[in-house]
Structures are given as C-alpha cells and as structure tokens.
C-alpha cells in the first residue's frame, strides 16, 4: 500500500479542508485527482508528500524553480542531497559532461532540449512546467505527487506528458482539471468539490452518471 488515509482531518493552515477522510492508494496505482481550486486536491498531496518524503516526488503548481539558474541546475537540484559538497560545486560551476548528457536526455522526453542552458526567467510557463517536470523524472523517485503539472501546457503536449509520467513512476498521483485527459491517462479517477469525494472508480468502471460528476465537480 502508497498510502493508506482513515477519516483523517487534513488542514491548510488552521483552516480544515479535509474532514474524517479517508483514501488508499495502492503501490502501482495511476491516480487523478480532479476538482476546481479550493477543492482539496493541493491539500491532499502536500499531505501525501509529508507521509512519504523519501519516496516521493512533488510538482507543486507553484513549481519551486530557481529564477536565476539555469534549466541544467534547476533540474540537476533534485540530486543534491545525493552528491558530495565538491561534486555539486563542480556541477555549479562547470557541468560535467555526465550529468549534462543524462539530463539532456530527459528534457528531450519533454521537448526542452533547446533550453538546457537558459534561465528559468527567461522560459514560458508551459515550459517552466515542463522543466519542473523533469526535475522530477531525474529524481527517480518511486511515488509521483504533481499538482495541475500541465494546466500550461496545450492538449498534445498535456497527453504526452502524462503518458510519460504515468510510466516513469511506479505510482502516480496527479491533480488535474482535464476530465477526458484524466479518465485516457490514468487508471483512477478520485473527483473532488468542497472536501468530499464525489467519484471514486477505476476509469474502465465508468458510467455516464460518474462523467457527468466529473464534468461538474471541474466545472
């Protein structure tokens, strides 16, 4: 079992967003979390986060990336706390070959080869969220946590995307507003409005009155 929630009460501050909730998620499962803001989704996966920190990787919407460096050092962070002092030095000041070919071989997988020297400031937002994305992929992490990871993204890219991290990780949990994007890319599909579950089923168990739910709690 990834995680394993019994009617627990899950905060934003001192606000509760969550009451008496409960969820489980199976190793393996591919998870979209679907709901407008202020549903819960963003709650739930920092939540999520904390539980399994050295096992998990995080998107937040906000993406944590360095304005001032580069897409290479933006992407090569994730690996800090792996490395020795003089190695991330080293990778600071001058990258080593090594590490600039492993992650020019993960941006490629996102179409972002051409920016692996560029400041992040200087990057589209669609491709801010493509960097934090790798950055996640060069973590190898076992669990992914992403909150709206392609809410910038165009549908073609949004579609590659996730088929792509629904591959490199082997559980994926996603937050998302794209109800057909989320019911062809993932297994699972939990809708959210106000803290509640609404939806609950594996997408192969669908019906037409369980679409109709999504559509509104994304609505």
Not at 53 to 70: A, D, H, M, R, W
């Amino acid at each position: 079992m990834a995680f394993n929630l019994q009617e627990q009460s899950i905060s934003y501050g001192d606000f509760t967003v969550l009451s008496d909730f409960s969820l489980s998620i199976k190793k393996g499962e591919k998870v979209a979390l679907l709901g407008k803001s202020g549903s819960g989704k963003s709650t739930l996966l920092k939540h999520l986060f904390d539980l399994e920190k050295e096992n998990s990787t995080y998107i937040p919407q906000e993406l944590g990336l360095v304005n001032n460096l580069s897409v290479f050092h933006n992407v090569y962070i994730s690996k800090l706390d792996e490395n020795s002092l003089f190695v991330n030095l080293r990778n600071l000041i001058l990258p080593s070959k090594q590490y600039k070919d492993e992650i020019l071989k993960v941006l490629k997988e996102v179409e972002l080869e051409d920016k692996l020297h560029s400041k992040i400031a200087n990057l589209s937002g669609g491709q801010k969220q493509r960097c934090a994305i790798s950055r996640a992929v060069f973590d190898k992490k076992q669990i992914l946590l992403a909150d709206e990871p392609i809410s910038a993204l165009d549908e073609y890219l949004s579609d590659e995307i996730l088929k792509l991290l629904t591959t490199k990780f082997e559980t994926s949990i996603c937050a998302l507003h794209n109800v057909d994007l989320a019911i062809k890319n993932f297994d699972r599909v939990i809708g959210l409005k106000n803290g509640k579950v609404l939806v609950d089923k594996a997408c192969s168990d669908l019906n037409e009155d369980d679409r109709q739910k999504l559509y509104y709690v994304c609505d």
